[in-house]
């Protein structure tokens, strides 16, 4: 009998806890909705659709990993920036050993920025002003850099994208 008892006391007491604030999902808020507002591309380099296709896959990752309601306005949360950074650059020289040839780079990095601005209306203190994520992909000079381009921007923002729901609503 005693057992039972503690039992009933233990699973009362996960579920009385499992009623907090924090979730399985990782989301720390009690929020239920957020707005995001178009990120515009500010830079020279990256492609036209670079800023729609971020808005969109950030709204989904919000949507997909926690339990808020992305709304047009008037939501508790809100997020809007611009797409930063957008640069190649080239990485891991490789000499030719001709003094006459110029050296070459065996690889290429793209880098890709986001600068982020994110309102609390129900803890302003979780809120931040234009603070920059970024993250790079390596690609080899052989490829063409066309061909992997797409592949390169999808890996590099998912790991932006989870930077920015860990600094927003997971607060990790």
């Known amino acids: 009998m005693k057992v039972k008892i503690i039992i009933v006391a233990i ?3 996960i579920t009385v806890e499992s009623c ?18 178009p990120f515009f591309n500010n830079t020279d380099l990256a492609p036209a659709n670079l800023g729609p296709t971020f808005t969109n896959k950030l709204k989904d990752y919000y949507q997909q990993n926690s339990g808020l309601r992305v709304i047009p306005e008037n939501a508790e949360l809100h997020i809007e920036g611009v797409i ?13 050993g001709n003094p006459n040839d110029p050296n070459t780079a065996a690889l290429s990095r793209l880098t890709i920025g986001v600068k982020v601005t994110y309102e609390d209306n129900i803890e ?6 234009d603070r920059t994520f970024s993250f790079y992909k390596d690609f ?3 490829l063409n850099f066309t061909t992997v381009q797409e592949d390169l921007e999808k890996k ?4 932006i994208l989870i930077d920015i729901f860990n600094a927003t609503v997971a607060t990790w």
Not at 84 to 96: E, G, K, L
Not at 124 to 129: H, R
């Open 140 to 142: 080899d000079n052989n």
């Open 11 to 13: 699973l009362a007491f």
């Open 124 to 129: 302003p203190k979780n809120g931040f002003k």
């Open 20 to 37: 907090s604030v924090y979730s399985l999902s990782g989301v720390a808020t009690t929020a239920k909705t957020m707005a995001i507002d």
């Open 84 to 96: 930063s950074d957008y640069r190649i650059n080239n990485i891991a020289p490789v000499s030719t």
């Open 156 to 159: 590099i923002f998912d790991q």
